[in-house]
């Protein structure tokens, strides 16, 4: 995957400097065959030599996916919950042990600056994110203590995570996981793409376990003791771009709302107390529209080139929008992630420009995520002449 991205949130006061995260060289890269990845895959390895073989074995329950460069923050201490609660989306005060779930860190304005995998192992939280995030998100962590009894702790150099298609919660005397609850809509949330079961992702089960780095390689020859395969990140992207899950580190850019991702599903509380960006995240919902608007793309297999993200999508000659992912499916080949702007016709086919390639088109046709019409399944009711004079909140960042 390409490390140019739309461009990523800053958490908090931007001006204050934070240390550049540099991901750990995972030592399974000397394994025979292992290609590395690169932009927020690097470090990790792309694939191993078979990449559709790799898919296949994660599809069918069977693969490990070496993800030690994701970040891993500690956060111990009596108040973690209540803390954690009151300056994020979910809800987070009654989150019982090994319970996974997601929070989003927004903006007074409503925009996405932090996606956190959660997991609490009854003596302190576990937040998971993508890692170049890692630093940013500890310094801002650590402005918010004030004086509440809590400790965060940046252990991504003493932990790692492994991806592997199981659902479940540890059992018992197994290692610390945190499952992706995706696209559950979890209490309090809401949707605007499908039902889950009429949700691509119902079909993508993904946990990421936590294993003391000293143990990475015992933790994948165990697996692969027991008939697993070892794949790269290749086969985890491509089955998460057909799950429609979106990504921080590469769906996420400093304009982007949870609404816009259909990510209310399973990291927005929309009836919790007060956090910073929920009066953004009401509002919209409530009364206004997304401005952009998550696809789903088909790319033209018959170009023998894969846009890098980044890639401005254009209707007629006009940009409307940017693709944000894109991988080589093993059954559906090119596929991707983009964000068009909401209004875009939902059957309208697209064109992915390529800039290193300006002579080659690829075409694009999209599945909806989230509707042209930018409202929830549950959205309340127009109220008619009451409304007049409320503001058009659903602007948010241009229409």
């Known amino acids: 995957m390409s490390s140019e991205v739309i461009g990523v949130a800053t958490p908090g006061n931007a001006s204050e400097p934070v240390a550049a995260h540099v991901p750990p060289r995972s030592p399974l890269l000397d394994r025979h065959g292992a290609v590395e990845g690169t932009g927020p895959d690097a470090g990790v390895a792309w694939h191993y030599g078979d990449p559709v073989a790799e898919q296949r074995a994660l599809e069918r329950g069977a693969g490990v996916v070496d993800q030690s460069t994701t970040g891993i923050v500690r956060v111990s201490g009596p108040d973690r919950l209540s803390w954690l609660n009151s300056i994020t989306s979910q809800e987070l005060a009654g989150l019982a042990p090994h319970q996974s779930t997601e929070t989003l860190v927004l903006s007074p304005q409503g925009h996405i600056e932090h996606a956190l995998g959660v997991v609490d192992d009854g003596s302190a939280l576990w937040l998971l994110v993508d890692g170049s995030a890692t630093s940013a998100l500890v310094t801002w962590l650590n402005r918010m203590k004030f004086a509440l009894r809590v400790e965060v702790t940046d252990v991504t150099p003493e932990w790692a995570a492994l991806g592997e298609p199981i659902a479940a919660e540890s059992a018992p005397g197994e290692p610390l996981a945190w499952v992706d609850p995706w696209p559950v809509v979890a209490a309090g949330g809401t949707r605007y793409g499908p039902p889950e079961d009429d949700h691509p992702g119902s079909h993508r089960a993904w946990r990421l376990v936590l294993v003391p780095r000293d143990d990475l390689l015992d933790a994948i020859r165990e697996r692969e003791a027991s008939g697993w395969r070892l794949a790269g990140t290749w086969a985890s992207e491509a089955l998460r771009i057909a799950a429609w899950r979106p990504r921080f580190i590469t769906e996420v850019d400093h304009r982007s709302i949870p609404h816009e991702l259909d990510w209310l599903r399973t990291a927005v509380h929309l009836h919790k ?91 694009a046709a999209q599945e909806v995520i989230v509707p042209a019409d930018g409202t929830s399944v549950d959205r309340p009711p127009a109220r008619g002449p009451l409304t007049r004079g409320l503001p058009r909140t659903g602007m948010v960042g241009g229409a």
């Open 273 to 363: 107390g007060c956090y910073r960006g929920q009066e953004t995240v009401a509002r919209v919902h409530n009364m206004g529209r997304p401005p952009r608007r998550m696809v789903y793309l088909h790319l033209d297999g018959s170009v023998d080139v894969l846009p890098p993200a980044g890639s401005a999508i254009s209707l007629d000659g006009r940009t409307v929008g940017t693709l944000t992912s894109a991988a080589r499916h093993h059954e559906d080949g090119p596929v991707a992630l983009g964000l068009l702007r909401r209004g875009t016709a939902e059957d309208a086919e697209l064109v992915v420009e390529v800039a290193e390639h300006p002579d080659v088109v690829v075409t």
